[in-house]
């Protein structure tokens, strides 16, 4: 069964540093997706791709986030300078269609942990 | 705006009794409901979905979930359950109508079943 995958699963940075987060969506999907758990907290969407176009994105996706796709297969999230405030869980996810949303794939995540 | 509140951070139960998992939302519009699990190291997959039609909802894995307006809740259930159930559930919510097909999540219930 086809699976969205992420690399690395888990990314220790120091504060400061940029991180990119890899994921690699199901091959035949067009829209992506990053998600992001503090722990102990909700899960929390941060952004929105399709056609190489960021196509909706939340208060949290600031100026230090974005978003890529770099080849036919990868789908990164890029932070610039990380904070403490950015340790979370990310998950990357994929769909076939905007309208079947609530039918995403999600990746297994990247604990993201900044020092 | 759209919020999810699972009222349970951690539900444990023996193997073969029932569970309940409850979720309540609030919107000003109508809402599509959510339930999905994530398995250790995995991904969020997609248990069931209410998006209109029959309040009662049947999912994999045997879960339902029953979508009630003047409660507005949306709680799941599964009459007996297996080891192999342990996982973290979260339930989301979506109002298109309100423009957007972005899901808000709950924190999520820690589900733990014990032989």
Known sequence: EPEVTQTPSHQVTQMGQEVILRCVPISNHLYFYWYRQILGQKVEFLVSFYNNEISEKSEIFDDQFSVE??????????????KLEDSAMYFCA???????????????GTRLTVT | A????????????????????RCNYSSSVSVYLFWYVQYPNQGLQLLLKYLSGSTLVKGINGFEAEFNKSQTSFHLRKPSVH?????????????PSGGSYIPTFGRGTSLIVHP
């Not at chain 1, 994929?94 to 297994?108: A, N």
């Not at chain 2, 759209?2 to 998992?21: C, G, I, K, N, R």
């Open chain 2, 83 to 95: 080891i192999s159930d342990t996982a973290e559930y979260f339930c989301a919510v979506s109002s």
């Open chain 2, 2 to 21: 759209q919020s999810v509140t699972q009222l349970d951070s951690q539900v444990p139960v023996f193997e073969e009794a029932p569970v309940e998992l």
């Open chain 1, 94 to 108: 994929s769909s076939e269609q905007d309208g079947s949303w609530y039918e995403q794939y999600f990746g297994p």
């Open chain 1, 69 to 82: 796709r770099p080849d036919g297969s990868n789908f990164t999230l890029k932070i610039r300078s990380t």
